[in-house]
């Protein structure tokens, strides 16, 4: 990287403010924490507890916008944490395509560089829809060759997750469960995103 900041602006619901972890550190503080730059790391983690992508679309430019300088110094890139609210509020699968579409079309006409972390399986009765959710928002970022992780098919049926979600009330991972989500995150082109070397 030739810039001197690297500023990671993240969206999200409640996932991303690290609910339910003891050291707070959530999937991206951990993260972060293995992401070594020689530029200066200013991450912003922007959560809306509950919000749906329609609560997203509508508000992730100018929460951009706020935290955005015009300087060649300043690396500004932009990551997308997905939930599953949009099946909590009856969302349709269109609705909720229809809606990261807009969100990654728009940041691609602003030459905005995205990052897109999907929903994990963090309410086993309706782990189908999430599965089936997290299929669709895959597909939409994968048609704009956008970065997607699926956090769904390998933490669903693993028992480390699940353990983790049955000692934590309101069906959020603890410490064991964010560490794995930040593993797959890490493990699946974060640097690459970054134009950094590889982690081991």
């Not at 990287?1 to 690297?6: A, F, K, V």
């Amino acid at each position: 990287m030739s810039s001197t900041e690297l500023r990671i602006c993240a969206v999200g619901d409640e996932l991303l403010s690290a609910v339910g972890d003891p050291r707070a550190l959530g999937w991206l503080g951990r993260v972060v924490a293995r992401t070594h730059t020689e530029s200066e790391t200013l991450t912003m983690p922007l959560s809306v507890p509950g919000e749906t992508t329609s609560g997203l679309s509508a508000r992730w430019e100018d929460e951009f916008a706020r935290r955005y300088v015009q300087s060649d110094q300043v690396d500004h890139r932009l990551v997308i944490a997905l939930g599953h609210n949009d099946i909590v509020a009856g969302m349709s699968l269109a609705r909720s395509r229809l809606n990261l579409a807009n969100i990654l079309d728009i940041a691609d006409e602003k030459k905005i560089s995205t990052f897109v972390v999907g929903p994990p399986p963090t309410a086993p009765s309706i782990a189908d829809s999430i599965g089936e959710l997290s299929a669709a928002f895959g597909d939409v970022a994968g048609r704009r060759r956008v970065p997607y992780v699926d956090t769904f098919t390998p933490l669903v049926e693993h028992e480390q997750w699940n353990s983790d979600l049955a000692v934590n009330p309101g069906a959020f991972p603890g410490q064991a469960g964010y560490g794995l989500m930040a593993w797959l995150v890490l493990h699946s082109g974060w640097h690459t995103w970054l134009g950094l070397p590889e982690d081991v």
